[in-house]
């Protein structure tokens, strides 16, 4: 089956830098995605990966390995506006390719 | 160019209602998904559409749960004798490629489910 953890909660403070440990058990890995959900919007995509490594993008920026099961999303220079909850997820073929599994998402809370 | 619109933005519904919710797509999008979110939860993935095709529909927890998308746009999906466990944030995305590709999907603002 499927399994995603990521931390319930973190809090950072403005201008920090965190980072947000994503850990995932599946049979037919078909990348990684990192989405950010507002509290009361919808999720929006931030970063993908499906092969080992460091994405960057501008302030954020994701790894992952796929030996360990493990990325994290790097969140650099935090504004307030950063508060939200980040989602991690996984693309898995062996549910025929169409499932993007989600994990409960992680709320970070930026604060002055 | 226009995002995903869902709509309602918001229903309540007594308990055995039957209810509709819509999405519309970003024009020209294969590929469109309904996911159900609670609250505190990560989206879960319902069924899924490449054009009219429903090609995945094992994530409907019920037979009440019912999805259609006749001309490969607008999509339906409509709940039937509605249950107190049915409360949640209905969202729709959709990607440009079909559903086995890694385009980006592109979420709506949700609907929000209440049954009374």
């Known amino acids: 089956g499927q399994n995603i953890d990521q931390p319930t909660e973190m809090t950072a403070t403005e201008g920090a830098i965190v980072q947000i440990n994503c850990t995932y058990q599946?049979?037919?890995?078909?990348?990684l995605f990192w989405y950010q959900q507002h509290a009361g919007e919808a999720p929006t995509f931030l970063s993908y990966?499906?092969?080992?490594g460091l994405e960057e993008k501008g302030r954020f920026s994701s790894f992952l390995s796929r030996s360990k099961g493990y990325s994290y999303l790097l969140l650099k220079e935090l504004q307030m506006k950063d508060s939200a909850s980040y989602l991690c997820?996984?693309?898995?073929?062996?549910?025929?390719?169409?499932?993007?599994?989600f994990g409960a998402g992680t709320r970070l809370f930026v604060k002055a | 160019g226009a995002g995903v619109s869902q709509s309602p933005r918001y229903k309540v519904a007594k308990r055995g209602q039957d209810v509709a919710l819509r999405c519309d797509p970003i024009?020209?999008?294969?590929?469109l998904f309904w996911y159900q979110q609670a609250l505190g939860q990560g989206p879960e993935f319902l069924t899924y559409?490449?054009?009219?095709?429903?090609?995945?529909k094992s994530g409907l927890p019920s037979d009440r749960f019912f999805a259609e998308r006749p001309e490969g746009s607008v999509s339906t999906l409509k709940i039937q004798r509605t249950q107190q466990e049915d409360s949640a944030v209905y969202l729709c995305?959709?990607?440009?490629?079909?559903?086995?590709?890694?385009?980006?999907?592109?979420f709506g603002p949700g609907t929000r489910l209440t049954v009374l």
């Open positions: 990966n499906v092969l080992d």
């Open positions: 599946t049979s037919g890995f078909n990348g």
């Open positions: 997820a996984v693309r898995d073929l062996s549910t025929g390719g169409f499932k993007t599994i």
């Open positions: 995305a959709s990607s440009l490629g079909p559903g086995q590709s890694t385009d980006t999907q592109y």
């Open positions: 024009s020209g999008h294969v590929s």
């Open positions: 559409f490449q054009n009219e095709a429903q090609l995945d």
